[in-house]
């Protein structure tokens, strides 16, 4: 992703990293679709509904979001007795992460499941989502239907599937925000277009920052060590080759 002119790649080095980074991103794709009122935005909508729904169903996601806040709020706490801690801050913070653990609660277990399980026309469409082509109207008859319900009806649908989404969008905001701002990236420099670092311990988010777009890293990681190897486009049929030019770039070991 590109932000100020910053071209930021991030590598998730745990799976609960990586399951938040996969909803923020399909959250991200839905709320760009929802907008749009025409036919082809609904279909695009309900894909990343979907989407979401479907890795949501596959993990307790309810689950490791609250322990995740929960585990915020609790080495956040610690710090109140510091005297290089801004107080107000931390406790507007800490209020945050107070509120959206209780969110956490009220949540239906499993409703993702449920919702996909329950619906006849979401469950439809799940069904024949792995076929290409395989919503065409003459496969969905009821989706070609609501398809042509007016705008007021579909939104309103809309917001009934998507209502439990939005608390788990702002809790993985504010974890996945913490987590970014927890390190500052730090200078670096990959000789021959690679640089092989010793990790810190406990390091859970790898984010590597360019300010050209001429090249992109290949992050490989573990918990001790990770290779950064920049590549580039050899030719106009996008066949990739490493790049031999030193790269200077900022990267950033993210942990809580």
Request: charged share 25%; aromatic share 8%; glycine share 4%.
């Amino acid at each position: 992703m590109a932000d100020n002119g910053v071209f930021c790649y991030e590598q998730p080095l745990n799976e609960r990293i990586r399951t938040f980074l996969r909803l923020e991103h399909l959250i991200a794709r839905l709320r760009h679709h929802e907008t749009d009122e025409s036919v082809w935005g609904r279909r695009a909508t309900l894909d990343a509904l979907l989407d979401v729904l479907n890795v949501m169903s596959r993990y307790d996601t309810r689950g490791e979001v609250s322990k995740e806040l929960g585990s915020r709020y609790a080495s956040l706490e610690r710090l109140a007795d510091r005297d290089d801690v801004d107080d107000t801050a931390l406790r507007n913070i800490l209020d945050d992460l107070d509120k959206l653990g209780l969110e956490m609660q009220r949540m239906p277990p499993q409703f993702a499941s449920y919702l996909l399980r329950d619906n006849e026309l979401l469950n439809s469409l799940n069904n024949r989502s792995p076929i290409p082509g395989g919503n065409c109207s003459f496969d969905l008859p009821t989706f070609q239907h609501w398809l042509s319900q007016d705008n007021a009806r579909q939104t309103r649908d809309l917001q009934a599937w998507c209502g439990h989404i939005k608390p788990f969008e702002q809790a993985i905001a504010t974890l996945l925000g913490l987590l970014r701002d927890s390190t500052r990236p730090a200078p670096f420099t990959a000789k021959a277009g690679v640089l092989v670092y010793n990790t810190d311990a406990n390091t859970q988010l790898i984010r590597v920052l360019l300010d050209s777009a001429k090249v992109f890293p290949e992050i490989s990681a573990g918990r001790h060590r990770a290779t950064i190897r920049f590549m580039e486009y050899q030719d106009k049929k996008l066949r990739l080759q490493q790049s031999q030019a030193s790269i200077e770039f900022r990267m950033a070991c993210c942990r809580f």
